[in-house]
């Protein structure tokens, strides 16, 4: 999508992404190597009941689809950063997430007319329509001069 494509309100969906385990495990072995998301026999016997995706792959996973659904081919360079992440439910081998993202506000900045400033709300859910993330992101975009 273009920067001209986006609108406060917005809805734009994606998914699914199925997570299998050892893409969990995977991804775990090498950025985020806890027992509760390498090890099955421990984690069955954790807090959890069995393993659980790190929040840190929960969020690669959400960048995915939305540049699959929404990023590839437009202007975007560039995230200064988010405003919060949670990740109120855990995200297990076999779930089936979809993307909900929700535009809060698009506009070309006063400052620097050159930039498109996108604040939006990603939230993840599972089969179960459970939300496994929530995060405010900011985007930035280069566009042509007014």
């Not at 734009?12 to 969990?24: N, S």
């Not at 998301?37 to 393993?51: D, K, R, S, V």
């Not at 405003?83 to 006063?110: C, F, H, K, M, T």
Request: aromatic residues 10%; glycine residues 8%; charged residues 20%.
């Amino acid at each position: 999508m273009r920067f001209a494509d986006f609108f406060a309100g917005q809805v734009i969906e994606a998914g699914p992404h199925q997570v299998t385990e050892d893409e969990l495990t995977g991804f775990a072995r090498q950025w985020d190597p806890q027992w509760f998301h390498t090890e099955a026999a421990a984690a069955a016997e954790g807090i959890f009941g069995g393993l659980i995706a790190s929040g840190w792959h929960t969020c690669a996973i959400a960048m995915r689809l939305v540049v699959q659904a929404a990023l590839e081919g437009s202007e975007s360079f560039a995230s200064p950063g988010l405003q919060y992440v949670r990740w109120p439910n855990p995200v297990r081998p076999g779930d089936l997430l979809r993307l909900r993202a929700e535009v809060i506000e698009a506009r070309r900045s006063e400052s620097k007319p050159t930039l498109g400033i996108l604040r939006w709300r990603w939230r993840l859910f599972n089969q179960h329509g459970a939300e496994v993330l929530d995060t405010e992101v900011t985007s930035l975009f280069r566009l042509a001069a007014p």
